[in-house]
């Protein structure tokens, strides 16, 4: 099993990290799924200041124990189009519109609201079912 988590504004928060953590020790497949540029994409672009940012998110994703390979930049596109045909149980976002896309798409990926006060839980059934 499969899930997704964004970087900014979701897995920056460290109750989330938790809960990453916690999944990842349950041997659930954990993925950061995020508009954020790579560094290949950044420094092509001359944007530099990005690759500072970009090694928060690995060392998080580090101390969550989350595979490198399992982060995905979108380089600004919509997460949906990663997510498609991937098979991930859900996608845990701040982004309003990123979860509307995915709830308008016919994949089978749960969007999940993270602002929600009870987005663990919402998770936890999610996981369960």
Not at 11 to 21: D, G, I, P, T
Not at 44 to 53: C, F, H, N, P, T
Not at 94 to 99: H, M
Request: charged content about 35%.
């Amino acid at each position: 099993m499969q899930v997704s988590f964004d970087f900014d504004g979701t897995l920056s928060r460290k109750n989330v990290q938790e809960y990453a953590k916690e999944l990842v020790n349950r041997g659930i497949d954990v993925h950061i799924v995020t508009s954020r540029y790579s560094d290949e994409a950044a420094k092509e672009a001359g944007w530099r200041w990005i690759l500072d940012q970009n090694k928060n998110l690995f060392n998080v994703a580090e101390d969550c124990g989350i595979d490198k390979n399992n982060i995905t930049f979108t380089n600004g596109r919509d997460k949906i189009e990663y997510l498609k045909g991937k098979d991930f149980k859900f996608h845990l976002d701040d982004d309003e519109i990123e979860l509307m896309l995915i709830f308008e798409s016919d994949e089978k990926c749960i969007p999940l609201n993270v602002g929600h006060s009870d987005w663990r839980e919402h998770c936890e059934t999610v996981i369960e079912s």
